[in-house]
């Protein structure tokens, strides 16, 4: 919201309409409560909007805005009260949600749906002001309990209450079993809506913020182990879960919950919206593209796409993710996530394809396509190919970054995974996924580092103390192929150890080709 107000007050017209769609709705609630006339109401608001925006520069926080907002609404109420002596019918007018093309498909549905749309309007009319206005604004605007408060000044239990009471008096007074099952036809408060992201952290502070909807927590990790374009194909899906048990300790019956995320996916169209919260970074990127990639072949029919895609937030110096914010900053993000095109969605299943290709010259050819309209893409594409083994040494982005703090002195596992992280942040890189790295640096006979303090590498689903105390030196090897002398990549392939970036297995014989060129940012085949 601060970035709207920021922008209204330089004069961008953008920043404008997206405080009118933010608060109109409102508004318009709150005025026609106090002038019971459509019309009348619609003036008010555009006058208070006039009003609001000519005051601006007085508003001292924009966080304070919608209550700000709904005084000057009320008070243009007023005004033409006093001028018209217009008196009030505390009626609420409930939009026709039938259109007449459907009417027209299936007359006697859409007739009987008009006679309980009438019956719940009436029943509505009976309700104390304070509960209509509730109702209104929530099961018929769509906003959330958050805005709602904002907005009316009224703590978020207290209109809690006030729907539970309204739904109960509801209960009484209309004519059908069920007063729930007549609300889900219509847009209930944000109950159509999917909210789609990764991290069970950032998902929790989603559910607090008061945002409404479902969410969909997607655990995959696209940046590890073996990967297809047809992530569904059950064979590779078996040899997914072997693979990621054996190098992350992740069992296969938790990895293969991903089934039932997929049929979650599968009723998408049991919402009228979703919304995809995702980062810059190349885990997130990833999954993202993954996503649109499903989505590009589905036929959406009249669910909305959303995305909101981040890398940075106000106030926060090293952005890392949404992980990283309070319910309360979470709530900030509400409404400011955009309607994907045909082309953005296009753009993000070209990621994938390329991606998950093993064919390294899809993934070049990605490098020199222009991906502007997914603006994180092409700097999240070169950190992922940036894992390959690179033309002066055969280490990789990680292996490089690992051995340079392990010089520098950061020896521990801990200091060292938050170091490297901090350094390679656009990877999006988890613990599990560096403790597999760092393992395989300190694998024989081509050994990088020798680990001490400690019997072995721990399973790391599993707590470990004495890891944590553990401490990481460079060998002789090391050391050679940190100063150039030495080419780790092609003194592995004497080993049968496979490993995979993106869908590029790297083990096989052609690989010894593949090189990353780390001055000019782009894949050399040898």
């Known amino acids: 919201m601060k970035t709207w107000i920021d922008g209204a007050l330089q004069g961008q017209a953008e920043a404008y309409e997206q405080l009118v769609t933010q608060f109109s709705g409102m508004a318009l609630a709150v005025a026609y409560q106090k002038l019971g006339d459509t019309f009348l109401a619609e003036d008010v608001v555009q006058e208070a909007f006039t009003e609001a925006f000519a005051n601006l520069s007085k508003l001292d926080k924009p966080d304070a805005f919608p209550g700000w907002f709904k005084v000057i609404v009320e008070r243009q109420c007023y005004r033409l009260m006093r001028r018209k002596q217009h008196g009030t019918v505390p009626v609420l007018e409930i939009e026709d949600v039938i259109q007449e093309e459907n009417q027209a498909h299936n007359p006697e549905e859409q007739a009987l749906k008009g006679e309980v749309h009438r019956l719940l309007q009436d029943s509505i009319s009976n309700l104390p002001t304070s509960m209509q206005l509730a109702v209104e604004l929530f099961y018929f605007q769509g906003y959330s309990l958050k805005e709602m408060s904002e907005f009316l000044g009224v703590n978020v239990p207290a209109l809690k209450k006030r729907l539970y009471d309204a739904r109960s008096r509801l209960r009484r007074s209309l004519p059908v079993a069920d007063v729930i099952s007549v609300f889900s036809d219509l847009y209930e408060g944000g109950k ?7 991290g069970d952290h950032a998902a929790d502070r989603l559910r607090q913020s008061g945002i409404q909807g479902e969410i969909l927590v997607w655990r995959e990790l696209y940046t590890f182990g073996p990967i297809t374009r047809n992530m569904r194909n059950e064979k590779d899906r078996s040899e997914r879960a072997q693979y990621l048990e054996h190098h992350l300790g992740i069992p296969q019956t938790e990895y293969l919950k991903i089934k039932e995320l997929e049929q979650t996916l599968k009723s998408f169209h049991q919402h009228e ?241 593949w090189r990353w060129d780390t001055v000019n940012g782009n894949v050399v085949i040898l």
């Open 192 to 198: 159509g809506m999917l909210h789609i992201m990764n």
């Open 273 to 513: 919206e979703i919304v995809l919260w995702f980062e810059y970074d190349l885990y997130d990127q990833a999954m993202l593209s993954y996503l649109l990639h499903y989505f590009r072949e589905q036929d959406l029919k009249n669910t909305k796409l959303n995305l909101l895609c981040i890398d940075n937030y106000p106030d926060i110096e090293h952005f890392r993710g949404l992980g990283q914010l309070t319910p309360s900053q979470i709530g900030r993000l509400s409404g400011t996530w955009h309607v994907m095109g045909a082309e953005e969605i296009q753009a993000g299943s070209e990621f994938w394809a390329a991606y998950a290709s093993s064919d390294i010259q899809d993934h070049k050819d990605y490098l020199l396509k222009n991906t502007s309209v997914l603006p994180f893409a092409h700097a999240a594409f070169k950190a992922h190919l940036s894992r390959l083994p690179s033309v002066s040494n055969g280490l990789g982005i990680i292996e490089q970054s690992t051995l340079e703090a392990i010089r520098e002195g950061v020896n521990s596992p801990y200091p060292l995974f938050k170091h490297v992280g901090d350094q390679l942040h656009i990877l999006g890189m988890g613990d599990l996924e560096y403790w597999a790295h760092l393992k395989r640096m300190t694998e024989e006979p081509h050994a990088l580092l020798q680990l001490s303090g400690v019997q072995a590498f721990p399973n790391f689903q599993q707590h470990h103390d004495e890891f944590r105390h553990a401490v990481l030196s460079l060998t002789e090897l090391g050391i050679q192929v940190l100063n150039g002398e030495v080419d780790w990549a092609l003194l592995r392939h004497d080993t049968s150890y496979t490993s995979w970036i993106g869908g590029l297995q790297i083990g096989e014989e052609e690989d010894k080709l």
